[in-house]
């Protein structure tokens, strides 16, 4: 019995142990009796075949299997089914147990979120989203690069991650390796983006990237995930002017400012005399 890929948290509905009482049909037959039992950590198994099973009948509801779901993992396991040939008159007698192998993978959902790889800029977390900041940078030929990517930030197992992006007309800003991409496992990384932010005009400016991601996997499911959004920031001025003084010339403001005290004192000390 084979739960396939389901979701932490999914509540999954037991499936059904069939039995059959193959039994050949004479005007006298036993019928069979039994429960189904299991000792698997992440499966149950629960019911038993009540008042029994006629000959040539087949009992496909009594007997049931579940699935816990609160942990990610592959899940391996066995169910037995427990069964008693059973008449009236006589002692049951035991047929013994048939084993029912389980299997389930039970995934995490993908995660999407930017990363920063490499080059400038102060990268953040921000409700929502992400921000790169180059800052406050003087005018210049030349250019800042930095390198980012998106990382599936679940843990395994867990769905592969998809997506594509989305940005409005770029101003001050260049980007590359924006396409669609497939098959990121958890915990692994869709590289090569790279964001340039030109020198070589003056102001502030910003631009917003919308990661549009989706989550999948060999079960047939495929669902969209929230956007996920990077602003992008930087502000060009022109050269810095220094309004520091120069050592030479806070000496300068000194030797002057010891001078005119010196006349000070002197023209004191020979207005006091006068007197």
């Known amino acids: 019995m084979n739960f396939g890929i389901v979701h932490v948290g999914d509540v999954i509905s037991p499936l059904g142990v ?5 039994a ?19 499966f149950s198994a629960s019911g038993n075949l009540g008042s029994g099973v006629a000959t040539g009948s087949t009992n496909g509801s009594s007997l049931a299997v579940g699935l816990n779901t609160t942990s990610a993992g592959i899940y391996n396991g066995s169910a037995s089914v427990n069964l008693n040939s059973h008449n009236s008159n006589m002692a049951d007698l035991s047929l013994g147990s048939t084993p029912v192998l389980l ?9 999407a979120a930017f990363a920063k790889t490499s080059g400038f800029g102060l990268f953040t977390q921000v409700p929502g ?11 210049s030929t030349n250019g800042l690069l930095a390198g980012l990517g998106v990382a599936n930030t679940a843990t395994g197992p867990s769905d592969l991650l998809g997506g594509n992006f989305a940005f409005g007309p770029l101003t001050a800003f260049t980007i590359s390796g924006l396409g669609a991409f497939t098959g990121i496992d958890a915990g692994l990384l869709y590289s090569g983006i790279g964001i340039g932010f030109n020198l070589n005009t003056l102001g502030a400016f910003s631009q917003i990237i919308t990661l ?7 079960s047939g ?8 959004k990077l602003t992008l920031s930087g502000v ?4 810095a002017v220094s309004t520091v003084p120069e050592p030479s010339t806070l000496a300068l403001m000194v030797a002057g400012i010891v001078a005119l005290a010196g006349m000070q004192r002197r023209k004191r000390a020979l207005h006091l005399k006068s007197i």
């Open 236 to 239: 060009v001025t022109s050269a």
């Open 212 to 218: 549009q991601s989706y989550g999948y996997n060999t």
């Open 18 to 22: 069939s039995v059959t009482n193959g």
């Open 129 to 139: 989203g992400f921000t790169l900041n180059f800052g406050s940078v003087v005018q």
């Open 221 to 228: 499911y495929n669902a969209a995930l929230s956007d996920v």
């Open 24 to 42: 050949a049909v004479t005007a006298l037959n036993d019928v069979l009796f039994g429960d189904i039992t299991t000792s698997s950590a992440m």
């Open 103 to 111: 299997k389930a993978q039970v995934n995490n959902y993908a995660k």
